[in-house]
T-cell receptor, first 110, second 114 residues
Framework: DAKTTQPNSMESNEEEPVHLPCNHS???????IHWYRQLPSQGPEYVIH???SNVNNRMASLAIAEDRKSSTLILHRATLRDAAVYYC???????????FGKGTKLTVNP | DTAVSQTPKYLVTQMGNDKSIKCEQN?????MYWYKQDSKKFLKIMFS???????INETVPNRFSPKSPDKAHLNLHINSLELGDSAVYFC?????????????FGPGTRLLVL
């Protein structure tokens, strides 16, 4: 299973941008980068995914390094509701399963 | 409308008992999954089914038996419950079995074995 490295925890202030980093130095050319988050006492929730190009959706942006060995999830204006554990996941070609690591616990301060 | 639902939400039972957890999705998806989140919060896949056919079985003890009566349902039956089975169990579904596809998770079933 492809491996990712994320900081254990990060803090942010409400209404400020948050940049959540993820290292995946062993990524292969066909691996997709997915981000999910898990709010307290809830199931994981899809955030965004990408392959090579940066991606934007209503929840967040995903910035992928040119060599694809790292990526950053960007929350443009953090809200209290964004406090969650964020998981960066590599999905290998031909594999439908999600392999979760420890994730980054994001705390948002009012 | 709840996309992926699970029942029960909480389950407290004695060691040695047999119990079932039910999962239903109304998204019209072909693939369903069971994940287990242990006390250390690690989430790990247990099973996946595609069109009622078992696709993934991640070396789960055979006390755990998933059953898919139709594409919209994937139930998990657990025999002879052990203390170590205490965890949160999440059901998920996706439209296709490809790496780009989003998985939608249920709210979880919190199982406590005493």
């Amino acid at each position: 299973d492809a491996k990712t490295t994320q900081p254990n925890s990060m803090e942010s202030n409400e209404e400020e941008p948050v940049h959540l980093p993820c290292n995946h130095s062993t990524i292969s050319g066909t691996d997709y980068i997915h981000w999910y988050r898990q709010l307290p006492s809830q199931g994981p929730e899809y955030v965004i995914h990408g392959l090579t190009s940066n991606v934007n959706n209503r929840m967040a942006s995903l910035a992928i390094a040119e060599d694809r060995k790292s990526s950053t999830l960007i929350l443009h204006r953090a809200t209290l509701r964004d406090a969650a554990v964020y998981y960066c996941i590599l999905r290998e070609g031909g594999s439908e399963k999600l392999v979760f690591g420890k994730g980054t616990k994001l705390t948002v301060n009012p | 409308d709840t996309a992926v639902s699970q029942t029960p939400k909480y389950l407290v039972t004695q060691m040695g008992n047999d119990k079932s957890i039910k999962c239903e999705q109304n998204l019209g998806h072909d693939t369903m999954y069971w994940y287990k989140q242990d006390s250390k919060k690690f989430l790990k896949i247990m099973f996946s089914y595609n069109n009622k056919e078992l696709i993934i079985n991640e070396t789960v003890p055979n006390r755990f038996s998933p059953k898919s009566p139709d594409k919209a349902h994937l139930n998990l039956h657990i025999n002879s419950l052990e203390l170590g089975d205490s965890a949160v169990y999440f059901c998920a579904s996706s439209l296709l079995r490809i790496q780009q596809e989003t998985q939608y998770f249920g709210p979880g079933t919190r199982l406590l074995v005493l």
